[in-house]
């Protein structure tokens, strides 16, 4: 039982143009229009892990999680019906459109958003072919990256995560009555992080990190940014907890993304601790 990697997130976004620019030319990210008018994003092997949908608002579309193996997958579904949440199994069509083998939908009870599971995701025989001049990105077995949400309950979102969604604690942050919890399913230190529901709302995305095969690549897309007048909210810095080196800019969506390095593997002899800021020196808040 439980998800095994962040497999892919979709975006409904109002400014498509610019979504492209930083997307394409900043995170260097190949890009596979559909006939619909969305475009679907690859940065590895599989078919795409980022989609962009065209859209009068914006908002997070869906969050979809890899599960290995089928009996793993109608495990977690079990599980999430016997908390009763209504999972769906989805049609043949939103399979084709996700390039996924098998697929279910629910929507998170924690945090208020369109959830999927899927087995079997589809994987391009040809190599990654980026739109700038990068080394790749860490994902594989890790996943896309990891995501981070505002929540009202964090004991009982946390809860939930681990014991239906199959995570476990990596550590905490606690910070200027911010406390957060990190999250993993897999040896990337966190897949996901959960956060109480201040100064953020709750069911609302903070940030999406993706994680470089080199540091330069994320240097040299800090200049990007600069460059093109790309909102910088956090500078360059080391976190303290998973000792990722990375900068976070805001999206034109609102959001933030989060470009790092270097970030810490979860192994046999972890241990959990409670650290009581997030960086190890830098990433200070623009302004600040």
């Known amino acids: 039982m439980g998800v095994d990697s962040l497999g892919y997130v979709a975006f409904n976004v109002s400014k498509l143009d610019e979504w492209r620019a930083l997307l394409e030319k900043v995170f260097g990210m190949e890009p596979r229009p559909r006939g619909d008018g969305a475009i679907d994003y690859r940065i590895d092997s599989y078919h795409h892990r980022l989609t962009l949908v065209p859209s009068d608002s914006d908002s997070v579309t869906v969050i979809g999680w890899e599960v290995a193996t089928v009996a793993k997958l109608e495990a977690t579904v079990d599980?999430?019906?016997?908390?009763?949440?209504?999972v769906t199994a989805e049609t043949a069509a939103l399979c084709d459109e996700r390039k996924v083998k098998q697929l279910y939908s629910f929507t998170c009870p924690m945090i208020g958003n369109r959830q999927e599971l899927y087995f079997g995701p589809?994987?391009?025989?040809t190599p990654f072919t980026p739109s700038r001049g990068i080394s790749g990105y860490k994902t594989g077995a890790l996943g896309l990256g990891h995501v981070v949400y505002w929540v009202d309950d964090l004991s009982a979102s946390v809860k939930f995560y681990e014991e239906v969604m199959g995570f476990a604690v990596s550590d905490y942050i606690a910070w200027d009555d911010n406390d957060a919890v990190f999250l993993h399913c897999n040896p990337r230190h966190h897949t996901l992080a959960l956060m109480k529901?201040?100064?953020g709302p709750a069911g609302e995305l903070m940030h999406l990190l993706v994680e470089a095969q080199s540091l330069d690549d994320v240097g040299y897309g800090y200049d990007l940014v600069r460059?093109?007048?790309?909102?910088?909210m956090i500078e360059p810095g080391k976190h303290s907890n998973d000792h990722m080196q990375s900068f976070y800019l805001q999206t034109p969506s609102g959001f933030w993304?989060?470009?790092?390095?270097?970030?810490?593997?979860i192994g046999p002899d972890w241990e959990i601790r409670n650290y009581d800021a997030p960086m190890l020196w830098g990433h200070r808040f623009v302004g600040a």
């Not at 589809?122 to 025989?125: A, D, F, P």
């Not at 460059?227 to 910088?232: A, H, L, S, T």
């Not at 993304?257 to 593997?265: I, N, V």
């Open 197 to 199: 529901a201040d100064p």
């Open 227 to 232: 460059d093109m007048g790309i909102p910088v």
């Open 122 to 125: 589809l994987v391009s025989n």
């Open 79 to 86: 599980a999430l019906r016997k908390r009763q949440v209504v």
């Open 257 to 265: 993304m989060e470009y790092g390095f270097g970030g810490r593997e």
